[in-house]
Nanobody, 119 residues
Framework: QVQLVEPGGGLVQAGGSLRLSCAASGRICSINAMGWYRQAPGKQRELVSTITSGGRSDYADSVKGRFTISRDNAKNTVYLQMNSLKPEDTAVYYC?????????????WGQGTQVTVSS
């Protein structure tokens, strides 16, 4: 069984930085895309950033230029470097991984970690 483990986020002041990580463990054949999502209170979960197995990345407009996604395939880990944080970045952040087993793809989610940005 595959698990995605996310260490805790944290509390930072506006303009500060945080680095999130998410490591997949268990029975893993191949990981395709990995990504980060976030959900603020009372809002829908939204896509923050994705990265393919080849390293191609995409970002939501709200975080472009401030966040950087990366991955270490040897460690089955995805990272999210968050700079110039704003109060509106406050949310629970979830990592996601699409794993391939033959022709079948399965999506796995981390437990979520709270990121709070104060004014």
């Amino acid at each position: 069984q595959v698990q995605l483990v996310e260490p805790g986020g944290g509390l930072v002041q506006a303009g500060g930085s945080l680095r999130l990580s998410c490591a997949a463990s268990g029975r893993i054949c191949s990981i395709n895309a990995m990504g980060w999502y976030r959900q603020a209170p009372g809002k829908q979960r939204e896509l923050v950033s994705t990265i393919t197995s080849g390293g191609r990345s995409d970002y939501a407009d709200s975080v472009k230029g401030r966040f950087t996604i990366s991955r270490d395939n040897a460690k089955n880990t995805v990272y999210l470097q968050m700079n110039s944080l704003k109060p509106e970045d406050t949310a629970v952040y979830y990592c996601n991984a699409d794993l391939q087993y033959g022709l079948e793809f399965r999506a796995y989610w981390g437990q979520g970690t709270q990121v709070t940005v104060s004014s």
